[in-house]
């Protein structure tokens, strides 16, 4: 086209994204932070509010599917407090076992966005499902309270 200087600065500008957008994607578990993680917590109404560590994180995708989970060591207070969040909410069941948003498929694009909050043996648990219409992936993500440990698990899967 007679514009070598275009030509260089373009193929520059198309490099560095491609760079950018791959070493985003390839260490992304390595920049989540604990501030990434307090948001996720409080779009479930969780707040942690003393200090904690970000004991593991992991995230997993592929064309159509993601999923994200990583393990949080909270304070014995966070853990009562959100214990006592879990427990009072108007929702709350004590069970075994509770039913999947995958196996109910009637309102699974188009239904409403859905909170529960439910105990087993071993843990507490707020799960949100949060349909966005068809075509598109619902949100679906789990807390769990472990009842022996201060800790805190957080599951986000879209598929």
Known sequence: MGYPKAGIYISIILTLLIVIITTLTIFEDDLFTKSDAQKLLIE????IKDDFDLKENKSMFSPGD?????????SPNDKLRIIKEI????????TDQSESYFDNQDDYYNGPKRIKNYETDEKFVREL????????????????IDKKAN?????DIDL
Do not use: D, M, W
Request: aromatic residues 16%.
């Open 44 to 47: 479930q109404n969780i707040q």
């Open 66 to 74: 993601y999923y994200h989970t990583f393990t949080l060591i909270i």
């Open 87 to 94: 427990k009072s909410s108007s929702n709350f069941v004590k």
């Open 129 to 144: 499902f949060e349909p966005h219409g068809n075509g598109y992936a619902p949100t679906c993500r789990k807390i769990e």
């Open 151 to 155: 800790k805190l698990i957080f599951e």
